[in-house]
């Protein structure tokens, strides 16, 4: 039997990876001893003992004070980390710790790690890590530790217990969010009309229309921006009534649009246009030329501008192409953008969401946890657009499209809209967050973005026990479960899921773009819980509980 998610093990799991950070990521290279500072106490354990205890088991006595405070499958997992070694490459590890992103992260972590000087450790830490790295491939602990650039690294151990506070808090009022949510859609799915889900075709099969796909080569150029794109259509345009709603489909950071080819491939066959664009700043191929040393970026920060309007740009050549190209069957004036991750910002903002600046520059205090909220590395590099005029006289023309009239965003980043930004999108918004999602956290990033909308069409669509994509559920799955047959069979669960969410694509986009009440039966809570199941169960809900509500009040940062 499947073990479900209990409330704080993906959190103490999270808890026990800020170790493994620092046992894996952190230089802690003090030449001689690592230095436990808790407030005015310190002690001083040498490097010599570690490394004794690390590949002998034999603790001496200047390591036995320290150890008594640890159980014994404590001690075994330091012994562990101390000793594990991983191969790396130092060319992608050394350019990630160089780039903006990276270097955020080294920052928040060298709160943590300090110099013999009481400093920052962040740029010792990225000059251990990159040596060790160099040295012969494999990476340990104890390798990171002989690198470190002092003779003495400091782990500040009371601000480790407030930052762990912080994330057991975060776990508490996740969990009991969810919960929250859960309980209303369920109670909701339980009302009169009840759903004959027999009755309901299988949107989660393909469709009748089939599909072809058309790519297109597309050059902004007031932008100078030279991008691809695909076009998945019925295959017979005339064989499908009306006018043929679009659905814009925007990738992730690092990602590419190929990783939605499936989705498209079926939207298509239920009688939808699905366009996706390629966002050359923010892409794999962005992504890899920063790893292999070819850029210093994971993506270019104006990207936050260029992704909206590349999705506007490719609207108006699918206008242009509409007569030549599609037998005049589009309605380029009815589109849905359906986005992941900073696809899912993508949507929100072609939708109408204005990111604000002045409340985000608060949000990027340096010295703000990161494991509450790891979405920030991402959303604070908009302000290096502050000093670009141009840039930031485009966004003062704003980039919602008059023809988006859907969002629907999965694991999308949201909170550098916040409240005033959100509450200018008007069109019907669907958000969909995973419960243990640590990239996109569902609290900071998608609940308290649907209680910022204003509209009175919106959805919060919640997976239990879902991350930020398969791969991530994947690896949460091993910290959440115990039952090894349930890794035999993730793939199929996942899969299910999926299935559902293609689903609800195709019933939204027929809902609100071409006006077919025949389907909005697939947006009640009612069919999303007839059609869940464990481990990833499913919710929908149109408001938030008032627990719910009293909750996100008391939450900070979230204002």
Not at 8 to 24: D, Q
Not at 180 to 189: G, R
Not at 223 to 252: C, E, K, M, W
Request: proline share 5%; net charge negative.
């Amino acid at each position: 039997m499947l073990l479900r998610y209990r409330s704080l093990r993906l959190f103490s799991a999270l808890a026990l990876g800020l170790g493994a950070a620092l046992a894996t990521a952190l230089p802690l290279r003090a030449a001689d001893s690592v230095e436990l500072e808790f407030g005015p106490f310190s002690r001083s354990i040498p490097v010599e003992s570690l490394t004794t205890f690390a590949e002998t088991g034999t603790v001496d006595r200047q390591l036995a004070p320290f150890l008594r405070r640890l159980d014994l499958t404590q001690q075994q997992g330091l012994r562990s980390a101390l000793s594990r070694s991983r191969a790396v490459n130092v060319v992608p590890i050394s350019q990630w710790f160089n780039s903006p992103m990276g270097d955020r992260s080294l920052q928040f972590l060298g709160q943590l790690a300090q110099t013999e000087a009481g400093l920052n450790g962040g740029q010792a830490l990225r000059a251990a890590i990159v040596a060790a790295a160099a040295e012969d491939g494999d990476i340990s602990l104890l390798d990171i530790i002989r690198h470190f650039p002092t003779s003495r690294l400091r782990l500040d151990i009371a601000q480790g217990m407030t930052i762990a506070g912080q994330v057991r808090a975060e776990a508490v009022a996740t969990r009991s969010i969810v919960e929250a949510v859960k309980q209303q859609s369920e109670a909701e799915a339980a009302q009169p009309p009840a759903l004959d889900l027999a009755a309901l075709p299988d949107l989660t099969q393909p469709g009748p229309y089939g599909s072809r796909r058309v790519s297109l080569m597309l050059t902004d150029a007031n932008r100078g921006r030279t991008y691809a794109a695909d076009v998945f259509l019925p295959q017979n345009l005339a064989a499908v009534p009306g006018p043929i709603p679009i659905v814009v489909i925007s990738h992730g950071l690092g990602d590419s649009r190929t990783t939605f080819f499936d989705l498209a491939t079926h939207a298509a066959s239920h009688g939808l246009a699905v366009a996706l664009p390629e966002h050359v700043g923010s892409n794999s191929s962005q992504k890899n030329a920063m790893l292999t040393g070819l850029d210093r970026e994971t993506f270019k920060a104006r990207d936050f501008l260029d992704r909206p309007l590349d999705v506007s740009f490719l609207l108006d050549e699918l206008e242009r192409l509409n007569a030549s190209r599609f037998e005049n069957r589009l309605n380029v004036e009815r589109v849905a953008v359906v986005g992941h991750s900073f696809g899912g910002y993508t949507a929100l903002a072609a939708g109408g969401a204005i990111i604000d600046f002045d409340r985000l520059a608060q949000r990027c205090d340096p010295a703000a946890n990161l494991l509450l909220d790891a979405a920030m590395v991402l959303e604070c590099r908009a302000l290096e657009l502050r000093t670009d005029t141009a840039v930031m006289a485009r966004f003062a023309q704003g980039t919602k499209d008059d023809r988006v009239q859907l969002v629907m965003a999965f694991a999308p980043v949201t909170n550098l809209f916040g409240p005033q930004g959100m509450a200018q999108v008007a069109v019907p918004v669907m958000l969909f967050g995973g419960e243990v999602d640590l990239l996109a956290p569902v609290v900071p990033q998608q609940v308290a973005a649907f209680s910022w909308l204003q509209g009175r069409d919106r959805y919060l669509y919640l997976g239990e026990n879902t991350s930020h994509g398969p791969d991530f559920t994947k690896l949460a799955s091993r910290f959440l479960y115990l039952d090894d047959a349930f890794e035999q069979g993730i793939d199929e669960a996942l899969a299910a899921t999926r299935g559902v969410n293609k689903s609800l694509v195709v019933a939204f986009s027929q809902v609100y773009l071409a006006q077919q009440e025949a389907y909005r039966p697939f947006l009640r809570s009612h069919y999303i819980e007839a059609v869940s199941a464990d481990p990833f169960r499913l919710h929908l809900v149109r408001e938030l509980p008032a627990p719910v509500v009293e909750r996100l009040s008391g939450l900070p940062g979230l204002e």
